[in-house]
């Protein structure tokens, strides 16, 4: 059974830091494509960075130079450093896998954990 835990959510004040982990299970790691999105409220949900299989990063413009992504694939799990926390970052952040090969035909989600920053 394919799973996507996320944890580290909660709340921050501004200025603060953050870390997002993700735990997968039931699919070879290495075989995908690790990503964080976001959803605030009333709004859609945004790519915020991503980590290929050979570790490749892609940040969302908005958060470039305040969070890191990583992944660990011994352990199984992808990261997500958030530091310097704005009031806009406050979302539900959901992991997201996607075949290094397949895209959209294989990919998974989490089921999201909220990040709020408020002072």
């Known amino acids: 059974q394919v799973q996507l835990v996320e944890s580290g959510g909660g709340l921050v004040q501004p200025g603060g830091s953050l870390r997002l982990s993700c735990t997968a299970s039931?699919?070879?790691?290495?075989?995908?494509?690790m990503a964080w999105f976001r959803q605030a409220p009333g709004k859609g949900r945004e790519l915020v960075a991503s980590i290929n299989h050979d570790a490749t990063t892609v940040y969302a413009d908005s958060v470039k130079g305040r969070f890191t992504i990583s992944r660990d694939n011994e352990k199984n799990t992808a990261h997500l450093q958030m530091n310097n926390l704005k009031f806009e970052d406050t979302a539900v952040y959901y992991c997201y896998a996607s075949h290094v090969l397949l895209g959209s035909q294989a990919e998974y989600w989490g089921q999201g954990t909220q990040v709020t920053v408020s002072s």
């Open positions: 039931g699919f070879v790691f290495i075989h995908f494509n």
